[in-house]
């Protein structure tokens, strides 16, 4: 009898899961939106229409399970921003604290007052 009933919810879970992925589910919210839909696999042949109706209904209470949806932000989590325009102009100074002199460069120096 367990595994008949395991069977029965392997079928039904994966019709349930294919009218999901039509409604644009994410994949990873699967897992939530079949426990938390209330649909529950009664007779041994999955009831299509009663699976979409419950798949419309966790689309209103539960539209962060869904593409498109904007995800609910936290208390005091701040939004993250992307950078305006010219963010990615003036980096770090790649050759900093690397002062050179050359030898041409010094004896130039040498040749003019106040260089010293």
């Not at 392997?10 to 209330?38: I, Q, T």
């Not at 609910?72 to 690397?98: F, M, N, T």
Request: charged share 35%.
């Amino acid at each position: 009898m367990q595994l008949r009933a395991e069977l029965r919810e392997l079928k039904h879970r994966k019709v349930f899961d294919a009218l999901a992925s039509e409604a644009r589910v994410k994949p990873e919210a699967l897992e939530d939106l079949w426990k938390n839909s209330g649909y529950t696999p009664d007779t041994d042949e999955p009831n299509a229409d009663a699976m979409k109706t419950a798949i419309a209904g966790q689309q209103k209470q539960r539209a962060y399970l869904f593409d498109g949806a904007a995800p609910e932000a936290k208390p005091g989590e701040k939004p993250k921003q992307e950078p305006g325009p010219g963010g990615s102009r003036g980096g770090l100074v790649k050759d900093s604290g690397k002062f050179q002199v050359r030898r041409k460069d010094r004896a130039a120096c040498e040749t003019r007052p106040g260089c010293r």
